[in-house]
Structures are given as structure tokens and as C-alpha cells.
T-cell receptor
Framework: SQQGEEDPQALSIQEGENATMNCSYKTSINNLQWYRQNSGRGLVHLIL?????REKHSGRLRVTLDTSKKSSSLLITASRAADTASYFCATVFLGGYQKVTFGIGTKLQVIP | NAGVTQTPKFRVLKTGQSMTLLCAQDMNHEYMYWYRQDPGMGLRLIHY???????AKGEVPDGYNVSRLKKQNFLLGLESAAPSQTSVYFC????????????????FGDGTRLSIL
């Protein structure tokens, strides 16, 4: 499968700690995106990082991309209870049928 | 600004019944998508549309049909519902600014939870 795979599948941390989620994929990509999904809601776009970029920041979020290792990480600093959600990486692969392919997600619980 | 609106939010069907899921977006997006989300499977693309009057198959199109008669609306139809189609269905839309499909962030609705008995 070309699907990105998130790791870990579940993560529980205390409020104020940092949370790191990883995404690995198998084939060359055009870009990689991270989304958040709160329980019972749709996905919300967080960050898009293109294949020629190595790092992007947005507020408390930092995304890195290592195309040589075919992996990306999402770091949430100083986590809050409101960050409790599932986080998905989505990849757009080069060549052939180009579409966004979503992983199965990391379920993050931030304990107040 | 409503974004992407899906109706209905919940529905229970019997096997063999038909229904249409409605998606409307008010962002003037060219691209629209239908996904299904199942536990342990992530989101899988059912059908998508790159503009009014055009549709294309995604990863799991069997048992579904779509129509995009107006730019702002994307309809997903189940002609003869099966228990395997029990899922949460999400509609999404995005701009097109060149590059491949998926080159821009997608905006999602809150989903339709569909149970087929």
C-alpha cells in the first residue's frame, strides 16, 4: 500500500509536555500534509510541507520531512487538553494516479 | 461562512435501500471528494470531481455513484445499500492552483454516519 503509516497509533501525555508523532511512507511524494480530527468531527488541515522543504512551523506545531528516510514528524509543543484528537498524515505521491492518501492516524490524549 | 456542509448527519438504512448523501461547499472550490472512514483503515477515497460536470473513480468506488451538476454540490449515491457500506462518510473540497490533485489543503465536512442493517 502507498498509504502513510503513523507511529505511534496511540499516545497519552500530560498537559504541558511535548507530543511527537511520526509518519512513514514508501514511495516518492509531492507533498505531505498533517490533519487533526476531533471526536465526531471532520478533519482539519494543519500543515502542508512540500518535498523540497525540510521543516515548517505553525504556532506550537513543527513538522519535519526527511525524504531520504521517507518519513515526517509532527511535534506539538506545550500540549493542551484541547489538543486531544487524532492526527493523520496524508501524502500525495508522484506519478501515476495522484491523490491524497491518508494514514490510519495517531490518537493523542492530553491529560489535564 | 459555512465551509463544507454534509446532510444528513446520521442515517440508518436497511439492506437494499437507496439513498443520496449531500455535500455543499461555499468556498468556490473546484475540487470535491468523497471519502469513507472505517476503524483501522484511515480515509479511503470513493470518488472525486475536478470541476462541474466531471467525476472520477477513487480507491473504493464500487457500489457508489456521484454527480456534480453544480460547482458547489457533490452528491454521493448508494443504489442498493449493503452492510459493508456501514461507515462514516466525509466530503471535502479544495482549490486548484496547478500541480497534482491533492496539492492544496482539503476542507472537510463533519461527516455522515451511515448504518446499514
Amino acid at each position: 500500500s502507498q498509504q502513510g503509516e503513523e507511529d505511534p497509533q496511540a499516545l497519552s501525555i500530560q498537559e504541558g509536555e511535548n507530543a511527537t508523532m511520526n509518519c512513514s511512507y514508501k514511495t516518492s511524494i509531492n507533498n505531505l500534509q498533517w490533519y487533526r480530527q476531533n471526536s465526531g468531527r471532520g478533519l482539519v488541515h494543519l500543515i502542508l510541507i512540500r518535498s523540497n522543504e525540510r521543516e515548517k512551523h505553525s504556532g506550537r506545531l513543527r513538522v519535519t520531512l526527511d525524504t531520504s528516510k521517507k518519513s515526517s514528524s509532527l511535534l506539538i509543543t506545550a500540549s493542551r487538553a484541547a489538543d486531544t484528537a487524532s492526527y493523520f498524515c496524508a501524502t500525495v505521491f508522484l506519478g501515476g494516479y495522484q491523490k491524497v492518501t491518508f494514514g490510519i492516524g495517531t490518537k493523542l490524549q492530553v491529560i489535564p | 461562512n459555512a465551509g463544507v456542509t454534509q446532510t444528513p448527519k446520521f442515517r440508518v438504512l436497511k439492506t437494499g435501500q437507496s439513498m443520496t448523501l449531500l455535500c455543499a461547499q461555499d468556498m468556490n472550490h473546484e475540487y470535491m471528494y468523497w471519502y469513507r472512514q472505517d476503524p483501522g483503515m484511515g480515509l479511503r477515497l470513493i470518488h472525486y470531481s475536478v470541476g462541474e460536470g466531471t467525476t472520477a473513480k477513487g480507491e473504493v468506488p464500487d457500489g457508489y455513484n456521484v454527480s456534480r451538476l453544480k460547482k458547489q454540490n457533490f452528491l454521493l449515491g448508494l443504489e442498493s445499500a449493503a452492510p459493508s457500506q456501514t461507515s462514516v462518510y466525509f466530503c471535502a473540497s479544495s482549490y486548484v492552483t496547478g500541480g497534482p490533485l491533492g496539492n492544496q489543503p482539503q476542507h472537510f465536512g463533519d461527516g455522515t454516519r451511515l448504518s446499514i442493517l
